[in-house]
């Protein structure tokens, strides 16, 4: 989308996709928490849909993403706009549909840049903890994750198992670390 | 008229790039759209493929206008400049492409791509991928693919640009004698006269998004209709003021002219030559080979001009004095164009 098309309004677009970088993930939890939490205007019809987004696993997921996803934009988009719009053109000229465009032009160049900023996604997603942290409600089994859990179990003076899930974290870290350069190494070529 | 453009504007931000353009195209004919870099051409070839939208006036293909038809139902063919093959299919899929998108039956597709594998002579290269091509090869690939699913109108934008210049000569004739046979309608742009003078059956003349002239090429290098197709069409020396040259008619509120190096006659001056009386002397101030022929620099007075001369003449040497006879100039008033001729030659009785 930004890219590949010239509209009015494409720097604020690419400005907000880099938003959560800058945003202390601690705030944008926050902000979340305001935005569906029980004090917004929104979450009357929250209730009514039976959507539990605050101290639970979406609004985990939420916050997961919100934070993670420019990991993967920033890797796509000079890809992307290194590659132009020429092919994409030829494509459309020849009458292929949007989706065939995507899926057959666009899609073969930007894969590896899509495998590795979703790897490099998953790291940071692993590790979250600010956004996480306000929006999950540590709900031990429930909406806990790694480093939540590191921390319930430091605050507990519980330090060998800290270290022991620290340690699982970090050993995740590393495979994703083999696999990051792996891909890297694959789409160099 | 198989193309029209009817009075078509188009502005990026402030720029105007196209102002008020208008033409037709016969069909069948090979035009090229000729002038300088920014000029304006590659939009006008845009627009007729629709990639890109006109602000106002009209487009027709084929008597239909075409201004609200989707680029891809056009059914138009378009060669980019750096050809946008797609880089993760091979030949064949490249080619294959425009026939699979419109759903042809398999047998019918691979009939069609091997036809045009053998007509653009790539056989035995349908599975590499285009970085393993040449330029040449590549261009030809592009022109395949755009040829594929059958268009009545081809566009090529600057088809010749990235290839270098030994290879370009020969694509250029093979280009125009693959087109003559098959008689597609066709419009490329270029910013290379040569490139037009060869290839076009029409040239288009276009700077600053304006038309300055439409005809063939011996018409425009004859008589050109604006002084910007005077100058960037052709040869030639540019001179503020010519009264030094003899038995030339003066025009009134003059620019400038211009003076074609074939225009130029220099001779030795022991070589006897027609109208020597009105001859003006001259010193060779440069003399360079260019291949078939000599460049010559030639001093007339405050004037630097230019002349040719064939191989087996006389060699000149530099400092010389020579003869110069100029037979015509064209003098260039604000954007009109005179031709005009040496008098001497009109009143023949004038020769001594």
Not at chain 2, 271 to 290: H, L, M, P, T, W
């Amino acid at each position: 989308m930004t890219t590949k098309f010239h509209y009015k309004g494409k720097r604020v677009l690419t400005t907000l996709i880099d938003l959560p970088v800058t945003i202390s993930p601690v705030i944008a939890g926050l902000i979340f928490l305001l935005t569906f939490g029980r004090q917004s205007p929104l979450y009357p019809y929250l209730k009514e849909m039976n959507l539990n987004i605050v101290f639970a696993v979406p609004g985990v997921l939420l916050a997961t993403i919100f934070v993670t996803l420019p990991f993967i934009s920033r890797e796509i988009i000079p890809v992307m706009e290194a590659q132009g719009s020429g092919e994409e053109e030829a494509a459309a000229l020849l009458g292929a549909d949007g989706f065939t465009i995507f899926w057959k032009v666009t899609f073969p160049h930007i894969k590896w840049a899509l495998l590795y900023g979703i790897i490099l996604c998953a790291a940071r997603a692993m590790g979250e903890f600010g956004a996480v942290s306000v929006l999950s409600g540590h709900l031990r089994g429930k909406t806990n994750t790694l480093p939540l859990h590191i921390e319930i179990l430091f605050n507990e003076f519980a330090y060998v198992p800290a270290f022991a899930v620290s340690s699982i974290l970090v050993f995740l870290a590393v495979i994703l670390l083999i696999v990051k350069s792996y891909v890297e190494v694959k789409g160099g070529k | 008229m198989y193309v029209e453009l009817i009075d078509i504007n188009k502005s990026f931000g402030t720029e105007k790039v196209s102002d008020h353009v208008s033409f037709g195209i016969e069909k069948g004919k090979l035009v090229g759209l000729l002038g300088p870099s920014g000029g304006g051409k590659t939009t006008i070839l845009r627009m007729i493929a629709g990639l890109e939208d006109p602000d106002s006036g009209e487009i027709r293909v084929d008597g239909k206008v075409v201004n609200q038809t989707p680029a891809g139902e056009r059914g138009i063919g378009f060669v980019f400049q750096n050809y946008a093959l797609f880089r993760y299919m091979t030949v064949y899929e490249n080619i294959a492409f425009g026939l699979r998108v419109q759903k042809e039956n398999k047998r019918k597709i691979d009939e069609r791509v091997k036809y045009l594998i053998r007509l653009i002579g790539l056989d035995g290269l349908e599975d590499r991928y285009p970085a393993a091509l040449s330029g040449g090869q590549r261009q030809r690939v592009a022109f395949a693919r755009a040829l594929a699913p059958g268009p009545q109108l081809l566009l090529l934008d600057e088809p010749f640009a990235a290839i270098d210049a030994k290879v370009r000569k020969e694509l250029r004739s093979w280009l125009k004698e693959m087109i003559r046979t098959l008689g597609i309608t066709s419009i490329f742009v270029t910013h290379d006269q040569d490139e037009a003078i060869e290839v076009a059956d029409e040239i288009i003349i276009i700077n600053q998004g304006r038309i300055e002239q439409k005809g063939t090429p011996v018409e425009i290098y004859k008589k050109p209709a604006t002084d910007f197709a005077a100058t960037f069409f052709g040869d030639g020396v540019w001179v503020r003021d010519y009264s030094e040259l003899r038995s030339f008619p003066w025009v009134q509120g003059l620019t400038g002219a211009l003076i074609r190096p074939e225009y130029v006659r220099i001779s030795k001056k022991s070589e006897d030559i027609k109208y020597q009386s009105s001859a003006s002397e001259g010193v060779v101030e440069d003399v360079s080979f260019r291949g078939n022929s000599f460049e010559i620099r030639v001093r007339v007075g405050d004037l630097l001009l230019r002349a040719g001369r064939g191989p087996d003449e006389a060699p000149l040497d530099i400092k010389e004095t020579v003869d110069v006879f100029i037979y015509r100039i064209l003098a260039i008033k604000g954007r009109e164009v005179f031709l005009l001729e040496n008098e001497v030659m009109k009143d023949d009785s004038l020769i001594i």
